[in-house]
T-cell receptor
Framework: AQTVTQSQPEMSVQEAETVTLSCTYDTSESNYYLFWYKQPPSRQMILVIRQEAYKQQNATENRFSVNFQKAAKSFSLKISDSQLGDTAMYFCAPGGFNTDKLIFGTGTRLQVFP | DTGVSQDPRHKITKRGQNVTFRCDPISEHNRLYWYRQTLGQGPEFLTYFQNEAQLEKSRLLSDRFSAERPKGSFSTLEIQRTEQGDSAMYLC???????????FGDGTRLSIL
């Protein structure tokens, strides 16, 4: 069974600084997708970034970028120029392992301080 | 694009009662997913549909749970004979096709008295 590990339960960063959230997963599949979602307090899950496993190029989306290491099964999220609105729970979620469901990690709670 | 809509937002019920939740996906999205999220945890997959066909069910989905998506549009999730352990946030998501980003609704929070 596929598993996802987010080893940092909580992190904090000062506004305008850079922070990296880690994620590792376990799978024997070769073709799949990976997502990072954010869930602000009492608000809905929002897509942050998507990566296709067959692509070697790391995905970027404005201030958000990933470091995807397929052999190491690592998928970290870097947030540059952190903003107060980035305060949220962040979930790593691989999917597409012969199915379309997402498998979520336990999340990392990120607090951005002024 | 009006987003994924879920109804109700909150449901409080007594143990043993039946409850039904509704999800309206983004209109052109063929895939519809149900997840359950308990406090402090990531969402867990329950089931998903491709149009009206239910393609996969989690082992978490006991025989008290049933989901439908008639005509491939909205979906309902019914829980019969609710138990304390059913208390959770039930999330619905939709996507255009497999592998594309799943867009989530606000969820239905179920509380069992």
């Amino acid at each position: 069974a596929q598993t996802v590990t987010q080893s940092q339960p909580e992190m904090s960063v000062q506004e305008a600084e850079t922070v990296t959230l880690s994620c590792t997963y376990d799978t024997s599949e070769s073709n799949y997708y990976l997502f990072w979602y954010k869930q602000p307090p009492s608000r809905q899950m929002i897509l942050v970034i998507r990566q296709e496993a067959y692509k070697q190029q790391n995905a970027t989306e404005n201030r958000f970028s990933v470091n995807f290491q397929k052999a190491a099964k690592s998928f970290s999220l870097k947030i540059s120029d952190s903003q107060l609105g980035d305060t949220a729970m962040y979930f790593c979620a691989p999917g597409g392992f012969n199915t379309d469901k997402l498998i979520f990690g336990t999340g990392t709670r990120l607090q951005v301080f002024p | 694009d009006t987003g994924v809509s879920q109804d109700p937002r909150h449901k409080i019920t007594k143990r043993g009662q039946n409850v039904t939740f509704r999800c309206d996906p983004i209109s052109e999205h063929n895939r519809l997913y149900w997840y359950r999220q308990t406090l402090g945890q990531g969402p867990e997959f329950l089931t998903y549909f491709q149009n009206e066909a239910q393609l996969e069910k989690s082992r978490l989905l006991s025989d008290r749970f049933s989901a439908e998506r008639p005509k491939g549009s909205f979906s309902t999730l019914e829980i019969q004979r609710t138990e304390q352990g059913d208390s959770a946030m039930y999330l619905c998501a939709s996507s255009l096709t497999g592998g594309e980003a799943q867009h989530f609704g606000d969820g239905t929070r179920l509380s069992i008295l």
